[in-house]
């Protein structure tokens, strides 16, 4: 009886799992269900799972949403932190396992593609000689850039590039692969389905642009310059259509708007809510004094298709006051800062989309978040993101990026 017992429990533990009886229909619609995060880790569960969830699959799933972390130092290990929004939860995305080289600098993403700066292993000559340039290779050692998609582990190289474009340009990517350079005197552009070589596109700016962004629903890029004087800054709005980089870029202004760039101190650029509105971000000045402190952070709205700017949020004082060091002196009886005094209080923003984080250097393991509403006639919602891992030697610095598997390199 006992023999018979063992043997039945022998027969059952031979059997498959429940789900692996349901009809391939049945089988899809449960998997369907799952988030892209979660219908990934279940991928290497068994070779159904692996055959079911493929790529294919898994591109019908809603995309992932990550602010990803820049870390200060390209070695950062070979992994990148992330935080998912919607739960709350830190992320850490290896890349060891797929790149060639684990120094590497995230720099701008496209829905499922991420792009990265990637050290090149230096290929010693026997006829070179030291000198000067050997020098400034080893400051600046070569770089290439890449495309890859992390959550599918794969990679691949766009034509090769000068060092200075790595070191000084600002790369921007938007659908379908294209994907562009920008520095102070010119702009590169590559296009996968086009001739596969970087076309270039003298820039006709007045000065170099800041913090350019890639407005998506208009298919145009929009960036700061500073119009101004040696002694004040003066901002103007400049854009330029995607299908006219040479030649196409033009001031962006209204009688209506007033002093709206005045306002602001240090303002920086980012792509609001389905690339349908610019967002721009700075400090509130007090006064219109030079050196006049800054009250707030300020968030202005620009509407694309109504030309019209709005404020969208302003940094609430109980957390403005944390990046001061007026937080940070109050619970440790100390007097004001220096820095708070003079109004030299530097904020770092990034973002994208609709989402934007704040980072300084008082403010150390969390950041400040702020999320547009989707109908964009709110204040927004601000709120802290605490736990954030690693990088306690720099001021963190990110972007966000859509994961899924619509696209691949």
Not at 55 to 74: D, K, M, Q, T
Not at 186 to 210: D, E, F, I, V
Not at 340 to 348: F, L
């Amino acid at each position: 009886m006992a023999a018979s017992d063992s043997d039945s429990d022998a027969d059952a533990s031979l059997l498959p799992a429940p789900i692996h009886l349901l009809p391939p229909d049945a089988l899809h619609n449960v998997l369907l269900r799952l988030p892209l995060r979660d219908a990934v880790v279940c991928r290497p569960v068994s070779r159904l799972f692996h055959e079911t969830l493929s790529h294919n699959f898994l591109a019908l799933l809603p995309s992932l949403r990550l602010l990803l972390l820049r870390h200060p130092r390209p070695d950062g290990g070979g992994c990148l932190h992330a935080f998912d929004p919607d739960r709350r939860h830190w992320l850490r995305l290896p890349f060891s396992a797929f790149l060639p080289n684990q120094s590497f600098s995230p720099v701008a993403s496209s829905p499922s593609l991420l792009y990265l700066w990637l050290e090149a292993a230096a290929s010693p000559s026997p006829q070179s000689l030291p000198s000067s340039s050997s020098t400034s290779s080893t400051a600046h050692p070569p770089k290439s850039l890449a495309v890859c998609n992390p959550f599918a582990g794969t990679y691949s190289f766009l034509p090769p590039l000068g060092s200075a474009w790595a070191r000084h340009g600002t790369v921007l990517a938007g659908p379908g692969g294209v994907v562009l350079v920008l520095t102070e005197l010119a702009a590169l552009s590559y296009t996968p389905s086009g001739s596969g070589k970087w076309m270039k596109h003298p820039l006709s700016l007045p000065s170099k642009p800041r913090s350019p962004i890639l407005a998506s629903a208009a298919a145009a890029v929009f960036a700061l310059c500073d119009v101004g004087t040696p002694w004040r800054s003066q901002w103007k709005l400049f854009s330029c259509p995607l299908s006219m980089l040479t030649g196409g870029w033009a001031p962006v202004e209204r009688s209506a708007w007033g002093d709206v760039f005045e306002i602001l101190k240090r303002p920086r650029l980012l792509a609001g809510a389905g690339g349908r509105r610019v967002l721009m971000i700075g400090g509130l000045r007090s006064s219109f004094a030079i050196d006049a402190p800054c009250s707030t952070v300020l968030i202005l709205r620009l509407d694309l298709a109504t030309m019209e700017w709005d404020e969208a949020g302003r940094m609430p004082p109980n957390m403005y006051r944390c990046f001061t060091g007026l937080c940070e002196a109050a619970a440790q009886g100390n007097a004001m800062p220096t820095a708070v005094a003079g109004g030299n209080n530097k904020v770092k923003v990034f973002g994208g989309d609709g989402k934007v984080w704040f980072a300084g250097k008082r403010v150390r393991g969390k950041l400040a978040m702020w999320e547009e509403d989707e109908l964009g006639n709110s204040g927004g919602k601000w709120d802290w993101v605490d736990g954030v891992p690693g990088y306690s030697d720099g001021v963190y610095r990110g972007f966000v990026f859509d994961g899924g598997f619509t696209a691949m390199p």
